[in-house]
């Protein structure tokens, strides 16, 4: 795959947002994580000081899988269609909390098992393979999910939006995502078996069995990102994978959230080095292999609230933290006052107005 390569974020405006910090009215790294937050977020605009997150989108990535059948999920085969519809109708944990942040939600059929109904324009199959006999995908429907990805990510940001949150949706996903991630970081199929959505012990020891037989047939193709995705991933993770590397191209900042998500930044790293830098760690994810993902990546989440969802709320609720970040880079009186201006007048003058990133 021929990409363009990836430019950093912008290293004057991380320099002037460390310098502002250093002039503010507060203690010397009283400000924590939030500090970090606005600095990583102004050099991601380009902008010192940078402007709150106003359009932040999740984008819900669904698709079924065919190893649900081999019993590695709480859920039966066929939920993730439920799912689906319970974030289209805001009664999803996403979709209720979205709104506190004033982020907005949509969801993409990439790979759902069911009949057309007229929502399925970005579908590329119904479901997948069932990894651990079988690929999950033709090398040509690998190269369609990735192309969708990268698409909805152009579509994102040429609406305006400033944040990407992509999500994820499917029964059985983790298993997949589980096994790249084991792949890609040498880990043995116990170090990446969680409990997903809930399973019991049972329920773990069918997953691990999954893992192991799918790990054989992928490790082989460990240096191929694509070859990966075609034996062992899903159309939905084929998709992620495009979309987090579309938006580090397209310089727009990202949360990432979730183990299926994660499984996917780290291909897409591997496919466009340095779109890592685009990337910033929303929670914690009790999933073991997510810590995988994050020390992979340089990765140190947000938040740790212990939240086992891919549906993006993790990510939602990361997103008022970073607008306060913004605030606080551009708002707090500095500390000292110039000889011919009063301090009430100096915590006005001296904020720089905030400004738009450039071009994408």
Not at 106 to 115: C, G, I, N, S, W
Not at 210 to 220: I, T
Not at 235 to 241: E, K, P, R
């Amino acid at each position: 795959m021929e990409l363009p390569p990836v430019i950093a974020p912008d290293v004057d405006a991380h320099r002037a947002a460390v310098a502002r910090h250093a002039e503010l009215a507060v203690p010397d790294g009283a400000l924590g994580r939030l500090a970090e937050l606005g600095v990583w977020l102004a050099a991601a605009q380009g902008a010192c000081p940078p402007r709150p997150p106003a359009r932040a989108r999740v984008v819900v990535v669904a698709g079924d899988h065919g190893i649900a059948a081999a019993g590695v999920s709480a859920d039966p085969p066929g939920a993730t269609a439920r799912q689906v519809a319970a974030v289209r109708d805001h009664t999803a944990p996403v979709g209720v909390v979205a709104p506190v942040a004033g982020v907005s939600v949509r969801a993409v059929d990439l790979a759902l098992d069911t009949p057309p109904d007229g929502t399925e324009r970005h579908r590329v199959r119904r479901g997948t393979g069932r990894i651990d006999r079988e690929d999950a995908l033709t090398a040509d429907e690998v190269e369609r999910a990735v192309a969708v990805g990268r698409a909805l990510a152009d579509e994102e940001v040429d609406s305006g939006a400033d944040l990407l949150l992509p999500a994820s949706l499917g029964v059985g996903a983790t298993t997949p995502a589980a096994t790249l991630v084991a792949t890609l970081t040498g880990a043995e199929p116990v170090a990446v078996i969680g409990r997903g959505s809930g399973i019991d012990d049972a329920g773990w020891m069918r997953k691990a069995a999954a893992v192991r037989d799918a790990l054989r047939r992928a490790r082989p193709h460990a240096r191929d990102p694509l070859a990966l995705l075609r034996v062992a991933g899903g159309a939905d993770i084929a998709a992620l994978t495009g979309f987090c590397l579309q938006a580090a191209l397209r310089r727009t900042p990202v949360l990432l959230d979730g183990l299926v998500v994660g499984a996917a930044a780290l291909l897409a790293d591997e496919l466009a080095a340095g779109a890592r830098e685009w990337w910033l760690g929303a929670q914690k994810s009790p999933d073991p292999a997510m810590a995988l993902v994050e020390e992979h990546l340089h990765l140190s989440p947000v938040l740790d609230l212990g939240i086992r969802l891919g549906d993006g709320t993790g990510a939602v609720a990361a997103v008022p933290l970073l607008q306060m970040a913004a605030r606080l880079l551009a708002e707090t009186a500095t500390a000292v006052p110039t000889a011919t201006t009063s301090p009430a007048a100096t915590s006005q003058a001296a904020i720089p107005q905030a400004t738009e990133p450039g071009p994408a």
